[in-house]
C-alpha cells in the first residue's frame, strides 16, 4: 500500500536557525498537505499543494512539491519559539489522506 | 464553536469492555475521517464516510471496529472487547469536497486508555 516517510525524524535547532523536513510518497500523489500538530494538541492544516513544482511561502514557511509529485519539503526560515511542534505531510489517496511519520522539531531559545 | 467537537475527551476502560465515541463534525461538512494516533506516530487512516456512506474502511481495522453516520452529520465509532493495544489517541476530522481545497479539520481527539 502507499506509504509515506519523512525526515528527518527529529530536529533540535537553536533559535533563527533554519529548518527543513523532507517527505517521500511510493507513489505519486494528486496533491499533498502539510499540516502542524502543538504538543498534546491536533493536527492543523497548513497548505495544500496540488501542481508538479508547486512552491508556497507562508510568512517564514516555504513548501514544495517535486516535480514527480512523489516528494515534499517544508522549510522555515529564522525558526521561532512558536514553530516548536511536530509536522506530518498527508498524501492523497482515493478518499483518505496518509499522513507520513512527522518531523518532531524543538526550538531552543 | 463550529469546529469539528468530539466527547469524550478522555476514556479508561478495561480490556474487554466496549467503547463508544462520537463526532461531530462541522455541519456544513459532507466528508468525515476517523484515525488513530499513537506516541510518536503520525495519524493512521481507519475509515471515511461520504455523507452517510461509509466509503473506505481501513484494512488494519478488525472486526472489532465499527462505524456509523447516520443521516450524515455526527459519527459514531464504536471499539468492541477492548484490547491493550486499542490504546491511543482517537481523532476525527471533516472536510467539504469536492473540490480544489480539501483540508481537513480535525478534532481534539478522544485518548482511549485499556488496562
Known amino acids: 500500500g502507499q506509504q509515506v516517510m519523512q525526515i528527518p525524524q527529529y530536529q533540535h535547532v537553536q533559535e533563527g536557525e533554519d529548518f527543513t523536513t523532507y517527505c517521500n510518497s511510493s507513489t505519486t500523489l494528486s496533491n499533498i498537505q502539510w499540516y502542524k500538530q502543538r504538543p498534546g494538541g491536533h493536527p492543523v492544516f497548513l497548505i495544500q499543494l496540488v501542481k508538479s513544482g508547486e512552491v508556497k511561502k507562508q510568512k517564514r514557511l516555504t513548501f514544495q512539491f517535486g516535480e514527480a509529485k512523489k516528494n515534499s519539503s517544508l522549510h522555515i526560515t529564522a525558526t521561532q519559539t512558536t514553530d516548536v511542534g511536530t509536522y506530518f505531510c498527508?498524501?492523497?489517496?482515493?478518499?483518505?489522506?496518509?499522513f507520513g511519520t512527522g518531523t518532531r522539531l524543538k526550538v531552543l531559545a | 464553536d463550529t469546529g469539528v467537537s468530539q466527547n469524550p475527551r478522555h476514556k479508561i476502560t478495561k480490556r474487554g469492555q466496549n467503547v463508544t465515541f462520537r463526532c461531530d463534525p462541522i455541519?456544513?461538512?459532507?466528508?468525515l475521517y476517523w484515525y488513530r494516533q499513537t506516541l510518536g506516530q503520525g495519524p493512521e487512516f481507519l475509515t471515511y464516510f461520504q455523507n452517510e456512506a461509509q466509503l473506505e474502511k481501513s484494512r488494519l481495522l478488525s472486526d472489532r471496529f465499527s462505524a456509523e453516520r447516520p443521516k450524515g452529520s455526527f459519527s459514531t465509532l464504536e471499539i468492541q472487547r477492548t484490547e491493550q493495544g486499542d490504546s491511543a489517541m482517537y481523532l476525527c476530522?471533516?472536510?467539504?469536497?469536492?473540490?480544489?481545497?480539501?483540508?481537513?479539520?480535525f478534532g481534539q481527539g478522544t485518548r482511549l486508555t485499556v488496562v
Open positions: 476530522a471533516s472536510s467539504q469536497g469536492p473540490g480544489r481545497r480539501t483540508e481537513a479539520f
Open positions: 455541519s456544513e461538512h459532507n466528508r
Open positions: 498527508a498524501g492523497a489517496g482515493t478518499y483518505k489522506y496518509i
